[in-house]
């Protein structure tokens, strides 16, 4: 950000204002962990501000300090119109365009409240009037806390504050095993465990809560395990009738594609899995080096996302979403023998 919109956003949030947090819809440990940190320093200076989610997010998230205050728009739609409609500020988080907030695009395009863009995705819109957008962060999360940094503040990061982003920079860098770790995501993470954040016990409550039936359904993935050698690609299918038969609850599915990707040479990895609730199939997609699954997303699955991490969706049934993956892949032959 600029010297000079730091000072706005300084004097700007030097006075209580009336705010409103927003992550991207099906928020993912990130977006929860990035607004919760963002809600919690907030809270410091008396602003009157909350979280609105689009929806619901995974069980095991569900222990982050504050996380019960946070409203979710599809089932608490009228209160939360209400609260949008009186921000002065709108906070929008880990999200690049308005249409990923689902159902609340509507009412945030129509707020005439002040936005705030803190993302790491690639192509972000421009509806914000502060836009702090990078694409090589590791997370929201790291950029939260550097946030607070530009506006002076790192002294007034707390054990709440540390554990929320902690957990989102964990969770978007596959517990700092990606690319996007870099030596200052090292450098953030250590304070946090200096602020309070308590590492271990953030682990075990995100990686090591697994249901029976998660494992089992994990296992109903792994046997639809698919490779094409040819184009060093693997992906995994779930049907509903799948997802059904072990009790599919949100997030259950998480870091499941990234099974498919650890296989040796493969560098295109793909989940299909089946919603007939919204009668769509949700897509998520991840590479290894160059491969952008960002630009693959954007062209052929109406999605996007980072260039290693994607996600998209299709309008056919399941099978025909295989078919047309698969009668793509030729035009990428080139692009996914290069690596
Ligand atoms: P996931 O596959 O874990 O749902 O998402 C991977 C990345 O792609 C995340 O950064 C997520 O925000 C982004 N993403 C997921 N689904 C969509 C989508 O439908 N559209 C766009 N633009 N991005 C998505
Ligand atoms: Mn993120």
Redesign the pocket.
């Known amino acids: 950000m600029k010297k000079q919109e730091i000072s706005s956003l300084k004097t700007l949030l030097n006075s209580p204002k009336k705010i409103v947090i927003v992550p991207?819809k099906?928020p993912?440990g990130d977006a929860i962990g990035s607004t919760l940190g963002l809600l919690h320093y907030l809270l410091k200076y008396n602003h009157d501000a909350c979280i609105i989610a689009p929806n619901d997010y995974p069980e095991f998230l569900k222990w982050l300090p504050n996380e019960h205050a946070i409203l979710k728009y599809d089932t608490q739609t009228e209160a939360s119109n209400s609260i949008i409609n009186q921000a002065e500020i709108i906070f929008t988080l880990?999200?690049?365009?308005l249409n990923?907030t689902g159902e609340m695009e509507a009412i945030l395009k129509q707020s005439k409240a002040l936005k705030i863009m803190i993302d790491h995705?690639q192509q972000p819109d421009d509806y914000a009037l502060y836009t702090y957008s990078d694409v090589n962060m590791s997370s929201t999360c790291e950029m939260v806390y550097n946030f607070i940094d530009f506006l002076d503040d790192v002294a007034k990061i707390d054990a709440n504050i540390a554990t929320c982003l902690y957990t989102g920079i964990m969770t978007d860098t596959g517990s700092f095993r990606f690319k996007s770790t870099t030596s200052t995501t090292h450098l953030i993470i250590a304070d946090l465990i200096t602020k309070g954040a308590q590492n271990a016990q953030i682990h075990n409550a995100i990686y090591d809560t697994n249901s029976f039936n998660r494992l089992q359904l994990l296992g109903c993935a792994l046997s639809n395990l698919k490779m094409l050698p040819e184009y060093n690609t693997a992906y995994i299918t779930l049907s509903q009738n799948e997802l059904n038969s072990f009790d599919y609850k949100k997030g259950d599915t998480?870091g499941f594609?990234n099974y498919a990707l650890s296989l040796k040479h493969i560098i295109f990895a793909a989940i299909f899995i089946e919603d007939q609730q919204q009668n769509i199939i949700k897509i998520?997609?991840r590479s290894k080096g160059e491969f952008s699954v960002n630009e693959f997303?954007r062209l052929h699955f109406?999605?996007?996302?980072?260039t290693n991490?994607?996600?998209?969706?299709s309008d056919l049934n399941l099978s025909e979403t295989i078919e047309k993956f698969i009668s793509i892949l030729p035009s990428y032959k080139t692009a996914l023998n290069n690596e």
């Open positions: 991207h099906n993912d880990d999200f690049n365009a990923r995705h998480e594609v998520s997609l997303s109406s999605g996007g996302g980072h991490a994607a996600g998209g969706k």
